[in-house]
């Protein structure tokens, strides 16, 4: 479950909470600068720090402000379709057995992995921090490679914006380098966190690009790279630009119900580099 106490970490709730946070900040940094002019006489050498400090309220107003429209656009259609469809108060069994078929169907055809026992469904377990967990036990053979893109797209289940696919350390290393850059472009960031994760993984170049035409320094693309090619992002656009994102946007599986890994067995298998995996997972659904 502490997997799950992460999603509390999704860019739509810190958002939110960064908005609160900012909307603070401005009447603070305004009392501090009436305070500084009201002692210029005494004290001139504070003047130095009003045209800093004056930046600096402007850009929080205009982040406030821009936060707030866009939060008001996006906020809650995304919380809408995770109450929807990834956190249900009725967990849909049948649509996410048929996403590991489908994903089993395309991994097969590509020769990463062999035989599926059919997967076996418990019992609801009992309710814990307002959540309900469905067992699911997966049985299945599986190269190295295969192994590595079944619990790739587990992992990707239950996520619905960019920022969900990268950790807490990855979303403040661009942070901290779109503020040595420019502090007005965690606008652009944050928006660049808040867009819809297939989308962007089936056409990635527009979002990417919009982001690179507001912060082009050189520190800052070349951490933008790094996460790029080494996250989940990678996973997703792997994934979502091929059969597996075809039969997701057919199928109407996108987004997908959230999914926790519980417990995983790895076992030698009949051929070199081949494996048994037995994957126990937990899938989702919300109490209220």
């Known amino acids: ?28 940094l305004s009392a501090h600068i009436q305070e500084v002019k009201s002692v210029r006489e005494t004290a001139l050498p504070l003047l130095a720090t009003l045209p800093s400090l004056e930046r600096r309220m402007t850009v929080l107003k205009e982040q406030v402000e ?15 379709r995770v109450r929807i469809s990834v956190l249900p108060l009725e967990a849909d069994v049948p649509r996410a057995l048929a996403t590991l078929e489908m994903l ?4 097969e055809q590509q020769g990463d992995i062999g035989s599926l026992s059919p997967i076996e469904v418990g019992k609801e377990r009992e309710p814990n921090d307002g959540m309900v967990a469905i067992p699911l036990t997966i049985q299945l053979s599986a190269r190295t490679e295969g192994i590595r893109r079944v619990l790739a797209f587990v ?11 990268l950790t807490k350390p990855e979303q403040n290393a661009l942070i901290r380098a779109t503020e040595a850059e420019n502090p007005a472009g965690i606008v652009m960031l944050e928006q660049f966190f808040s867009a819809d994760l297939f989308r962007y993984a089936f056409e990635p170049r527009p979002f990417e690009e919009q982001l690179k035409r ?3 320094s050189e520190g800052f693309l070349s951490v933008f790279q790094h996460l790029v090619d080494t996250s989940l992002l990678r996973d997703a656009k ?17 987004p997908m119900e959230f999914l926790v890994i519980d ?25 209220q």
């Open 66 to 80: 821009v936060s707030e429209l866009d939060a008001a656009l996006k906020t809650g259609s995304q919380l809408e």
């Open 263 to 287: 417990r995983i067995e790895l076992r030698p298998g009949s051929a070199a580099d081949w494996f048994r995996l037995t994957l126990s997972l937990f899938l989702m659904r919300r109490t």
């Open 214 to 216: 507001s912060l082009q």
């Open 1 to 28: 479950m502490r997997f799950f106490r992460s999603l509390i970490g999704s860019p739509v709730l810190l958002g939110s909470i960064g908005i609160l946070c900012l909307s603070f900040t401005i009447p603070l």
């Open 104 to 107: 089993r169907s395309v991994l």
């Open 155 to 165: 992992h990707l289940a239950g996520l619905v914006t960019v920022g969900d696919a």
């Open 238 to 254: 792997e994934f979502f630009q091929g059969p597996v994102g075809t039969a997701i946007e057919k199928g109407n599986l996108w």
